[in-house]
């Protein structure tokens, strides 16, 4: 079974950093993608980043574009979400998610559980 263990969230002050760490495992395939959305209170839920496990390529949410930074180490199966300069809105549960494909053109969808992220103001 696909396991996705998110972890990192926690209490920052405006202008600070937090780093999650997702780390997937039971993925019986190479050619996934690794994403991170997030859902405040009242809101849906919303991709903040995601990261392609075959070439590395980024893709950002405009509002985290510059602030936020994701990688992965393939060794460790772990995708991280560097979060610098975090602002009050970027309060939410952030959840890790895994989208898996596999031949002969399936997809499969897997989730973590979240993670709580609190910036204060």
């Known amino acids: 079974d696909v396991q996705l263990q998110a972890s990192g969230g926690g209490l920052a002050q405006t202008g600070g950093s937090l780093r999650l760490s997702c780390e997937a495992s039971?993925?019986?395939?190479?050619?996934?993608?690794i994403a991170w959305f997030r859902q405040a209170p009242g809101n849906k839920r919303e991709g903040v980043s995601c990261i392609n496990r075959r070439d590395g390529i980024p893709l950002y949410a405009d509002s985290v574009k510059g602030r936020f930074t994701i990688s992965g180490d393939n060794a460790k199966n772990t995708v991280y979400l560097q979060m610098d300069g975090l602002q009050p809105e970027d309060t939410a549960v952030y959840y890790c998610?895994?989208?898996?494909?596999?031949?002969?053109?399936?997809?499969?969808?897997?989730w973590g559980q979240g993670t709580l992220v609190t910036v204060s103001s």
């Open positions: 039971g993925i019986d395939s190479d050619d996934y993608v």
């Open positions: 998610n895994a989208k898996v494909y596999q031949d002969p053109g399936y997809e499969y969808d897997y």
